[in-house]
């Protein structure tokens, strides 16, 4: 009697807790009145806030964070973002990105621990749509069979893929990887990170512009974009070295973006297979559904080659079904199949290797140190130098790296550089990243060795 009483008393607890999401096209103020019920519904957890500047036709760019301590960067917890819709004809990346805040948040108040851990670890943010105004423009293009025009229309091209002038906004960000072979030309030894000086060099869309601002002033450590019209997990780089239109371009991270990529798509119960959509050149299949970016076709100005080299972020391009706007009814099924990937990506955040770079003398924090790998095993030996990640104000750094021995070089300006060998273990949610706080010496002003000397086995 009485656990018959309990089970009632349970299942009524958790009826209370019923999330009321429901799977369909949000449009624009559905999505920011969905995102505010889960704010006020998960309020110790979460944040709204918009980015500094909004799209073309005056619209939010809405970000709803999740952390054990929102809107505050805890030393050493890891930033991690996902971005969707901004071509505004793909938009299952939105939905799915919008039933993961509902999903968090539910998880949590349902007392799930992983979710609860996840959270309390991380600093999570989401933002549904990137291009707001590209969604208005394909939704209307798309429902609106009222003349044949419109219908020729949809069939000839992709009606609000561009903004509101007509900018495909994943071509928009600057060219980072040209600046990158103007300094490795001139030597072959330069610090490739952090190549956006501010200056865009031509006029950039509003969308852009806040991402930029956005992505460098928040010490994201991984991050993820989401498309449509094909389904497969790419990685940077996605623009070619010498211009030409398709060729594999690896960045000094192809072993662990590739890693990355995997997790998204192993997860997947079909994007693993390598199923084509019937364009030219998407058949997956030999490498289990992912991709380098520029080995399937070259994107100039993308915002995943953006982040890689203009932030500490590795970012990847998830492409997640061949219809680029699916009927509302596959939405369910479509959230089963992302769900666990989702999750599992987010995860990996905390892979790898993290800690504070600190003055040996004063145990102050040294922001700016440069923390690159010179030799590791499994695939990072491609001789090109490394991308090297960079500490934040606290000292902080985050390097996420595959399963191996690494040797990682460790510079600041004023100090000496050190070389460290650290052991990266098999990935563990538990565990989380090697904890490995490392000491800089002070140059000091007289009679010093030669400062930063390599030993030359090390050399690349
Ligand atoms: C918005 O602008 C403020 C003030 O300049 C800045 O502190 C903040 O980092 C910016 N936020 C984003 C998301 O760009
Ligand atoms: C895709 O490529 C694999 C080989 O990698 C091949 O066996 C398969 O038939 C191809 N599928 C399509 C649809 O072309
Ligand atoms: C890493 O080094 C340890 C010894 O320090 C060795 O036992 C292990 O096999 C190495 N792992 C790899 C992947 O090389
Ligand atoms: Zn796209």
Known sequence: ??????????????????????????????????????HHECLSITRLYDLNHTSVRGQPLVVIEFSGNP?????????????????????LGRELLLKLADELCYSFRAGDPETARLIDTTRIHIMPSMNPDGWDAATKAKFDVSSYL????????????????????NRDFPDLQRKMHLMLRRSKDSAIHHLFDGDTGRAIQPETQALIEWITSIPFVLSANFHGGALVANYPFDD??????????PSPDEAVFQQLARVYADNHPQMHLGVSCGFVSDNFTSTGGITNGAAWYKVTGGMQDFNYLASN???????VGCEKYPPA?????EWENNKSPLMEFMWRVHQGIKGFVINALTR?????????VLSGSEGYDLKLPDRAVTTTKLGEFWRILPPGNFTLRVTAAGYETRII????????????AAREDITLQPKSATGSPKPGVVPTDFSQ
Not at 7 to 16: D, R
Not at 240 to 249: A, F, L, P, V
């Open 1 to 38: 009697m009485l656990t018959h009483l309990l089970v009632v008393l349970v299942i009524s607890a958790a009826s209370c807790l019923q999330s009321s999401f429901v799977f369909k096209h949000h449009d624009n103020s559905e999505v920011v009145k969905e995102l505010t019920r889960i």
């Open 71 to 91: 809107g505050v960067h805890e030393p050493l917890e890891p930033e991690f973002k996902y971005v969707a819709n901004m071509h505004g004809d793909e938009t």
């Open 150 to 169: 419109t219908y020729f229309t949809q069939l000839t091209q992709s009606t609000g893929r561009e903004n509101a002038h007509g900018v495909d906004l």
């Open 240 to 249: 070619t070295n010498d211009g030409s239109r398709r060729q594999y371009t």
């Open 313 to 319: 972020s590795l970012d990847l391009t998830i492409e």
């Open 329 to 333: 009814s596959e939405l369910a099924e």
């Open 364 to 372: 102050e924090p040294i922001n700016e140190a440069e923390i690159s």
């Open 421 to 432: 060998k650290v052991r990266i273990p098999e990935f563990d949610k538990q565990r989380g």
